[in-house]
C-alpha cells in the first residue's frame, strides 16, 4: 500500500494516541507529505546517504556459502557496511533531516541495545542537531559499549527505570516526553512501527535498500526467486520487500524464536502472536489473555521487541508474506557459518535471515537465486557468541 491514507493496512495501523499528542501527529504527516517529494529535500538526503552513509551498499554474491550448500545463488545485500554497521542510519537521516526542515530543536528517541541510539546521535551530530535518547536501565548496564559512544556523540542518555526497564518502557518514556515537549521536539522513531504516519515514513527511509537491490539484479539480468530479511521492528525486511512486491519473488520475513516457539522464550511476534494496540498501532504483539505484554527473548537484542510494524502484519494475514522463525541455536550455526565461509561477520539480528537462507538454498536449484538483506555487521556480538559457545561447549 503506497500511502494509505487512514494509515490502515487492512484492519492493522491506524493512529491510537492520547489526544495531547494528536497535533503533533498531524504536523508531522503534513510535513512528512510534503518534504518526501521536494526535490531537494531528496537531493540533500540522497547526498548524505551517500557520502556520509556509504549508499549503494554493494549486493555481494556469496560463492563460497552457495557453493557448500549447494542450492541456489545467495546474494547477500550489504548493510553491514554502512557508516554505523548497519541500516539504521537510513532512517535516521531521513528523519534528522526532516525535523530540521520542521525547526524542531530538539530530537529524542528510545533506544533497546543502543544500535538505534547511536544511529540518532550520528545523524544529529552530522546535521548539528542535538538529540537525547531514552534507555532502559537494564539495556544501559548491558549495552554499556552503545552508551559510552552515545555521550561521545555528544548524545544525552536519560535512564528508564520504570517498568521491565527495557525497550518498550524507553518508548514509553520518550512518548510522555514528547507529550511535555511537544512545540520543540521531533521524536525520531527507530523503526516501521507506531501510530501513522511512522510505520510509511521509516518504510519509505528504508526502501532504499529494495530499490537498489532491483537495479543491482538487473544489471545481471535476474529477478530474485526469494528475498529474505529478518524482522524485528521490521524496518529493513519492510524496506526490502516493498520496492520488490511487484517481481513475484517468495518474501520471507524471520522473526527471532529464541530458544523455541513452544518455550515462550522468543520475539516471534507474527509467528505466534495476536493482534492488539500497543505504542499507537493496532498489530501483532505477544500478550497473554488479558491483553498484558509477555516478556521476550532473542540472543539478538535488535529483535527483542513484542510488537511489529503493522505493515508486516497486513502482510501476513494476505500471505504476500511469509514469516518463518529462526532459533538461538540455528542463528548461531548461521553466523559461524557466514563468517567461516565468507570472512563477512554478520550481526546475530541479521544471523537470523542468513539461518533462514541455509534452509531454503538446500531446497532450491542452482539456476535460482535468493537475497538477503544483510542487516548489520557483528562486530558488537562476537562477546555473545563465544559466551554463548563457551555455555554450549562447542568446538
Ligand atoms: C535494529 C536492528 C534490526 C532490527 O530492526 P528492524 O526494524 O526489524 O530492521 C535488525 N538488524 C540490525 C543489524 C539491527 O541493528
Known amino acids: 500500500m503506497k500511502y494509505p491514507k487512514d494509515g490502515r493496512f487492512g484492519e492493522f495501523g491506524g493512529r491510537y494516541i492520547p489526544e495531547t499528542l494528536v497535533p503533533a501527529i498531524e504536523e508531522l504527516e503534513e510535513n512528512y507529505l510534503k518534504f518526501k517529494d521536494d526535490q531537494r529535500f531528496k537531493k540533500e538526503l540522497d547526498y548524505y546517504l551517500k557520502v556520509y552513509a556509504g549508499r549503494p551498499t554493494p549486493l555481494y554474491y556469496a560463492k563460497n556459502l552457495s557453493e557448500k550448500l549447494g ?5 547477500l545485500k550489504r548493510e553491514d557496511l554502512l557508516h554505523g554497521g548497519a541500516h539504521k542510519i537510513n532512517n535516521t537521516l531521513g528523519q534528522t533531516l526532516l525535523a ?3 525547526h524542531k530543536k530538539r530530537i529524542i528517541a528510545e ?8 544511529a540518532t546521535a550520528m545523524a544529529c551530530a552530522a546535521l548539528g542537531t542535538k538529540a537525547e535518547v531514552y534507555m532502559g536501565h537494564k539495556d544501559m548496564t548491558r549495552q554499556e559499549l552503545n552508551v559510552f559512544r552515545m555521550n561521545m556523540l555528544g548524545c544525552k542518555v ?10 518498550k518502557d524507553a518508548i514509553n518514556e520518550a512518548i510522555r516526553d514528547w507529550i511535555t515537549n511537544v512545540k520543540n521536539t521531533y521524536y525520531l522513531l527507530g523503526s516501521a512501527v507506531g501510530p501513522h504516519p511512522y510505520p510509511v515514513m521509516v518504510r519509505d527511509f528504508q526502501s532504499v535498500i529494495g530499490y537498489e537491490i532491483k537495479s543491482q539484479m538487473k544489471k545481471i539480468n535476474k529477478t530474485p526467486d526469494v528475498v529474505i530479511a529478518c524482522v524485528g521492528g521490521g524496518s529493513n525486511a519492510i524496506g526490502t520487500f516493498y520496492p520488490l ?8 520475513g524471520v522473526e527471532a524464536a529464541g530458544k523455541g516457539l513452544r518455550s515462550k522464550m522468543h520475539s516471534a511476534t507474527l509467528s505466534s502472536g495476536s493482534p492488539g494496540v500497543l505504542h499507537g498501532m493496532m498489530t501483532y504483539l505477544l500478550q497473554d489473555d488479558e491483553g498484558q505484554i509477555t516478556k521476550t527473548h532473542s540472543i539478538s537484542a535488535g529483535l527483542d ?5 503493522p505493515e508486516h502484519s497486513y502482510y501476513k494475514d494476505t500471505q504476500q508474506v511469509k514469516y518463518h522463525s529462526a532459533t538461538d541455536a540455528d542463528v548461531i550455526d548461521a553466523f559461524l557459518m557466514l563468517t567461516r565461509t565468507e570472512g563477512i561477520i554478520p550481526a546475530l539480528e541479521s544471523s537470523h535471515a542468513i539461518a533462514e537462507a541455509i534452509k531454503v538454498a538446500r531446497k532450491t536449484k542452482r539456476s535460482e537465486s535468493i537475497v538477503v538483506t544483510l542487516s548489520g555487521r557483528g562486530d558488537k556480538d562476537v562477546q555473545e557468541v563465544q559466551k554463548y559457545l563457551n555455555r554450549h561447549e562447542q568446538n
Open 158 to 167: 536519560h535512564p528508564v527505570k520504570s517498568g521491565s526497564k527495557t525497550l
Open 100 to 102: 530540521k526542515k520542521m
Open 245 to 252: 512486491m511487484d517481481q513475484n519473488s517468495e518474501m520471507i
Open 111 to 118: 533506544t533497546g541495545a543502543g544500535q538505534h541510539g547511536v
Open 305 to 309: 521487541y513484542p510488537g511489529v510494524g
Open 71 to 75: 542450492g541456489a545463488r545467495i546474494y
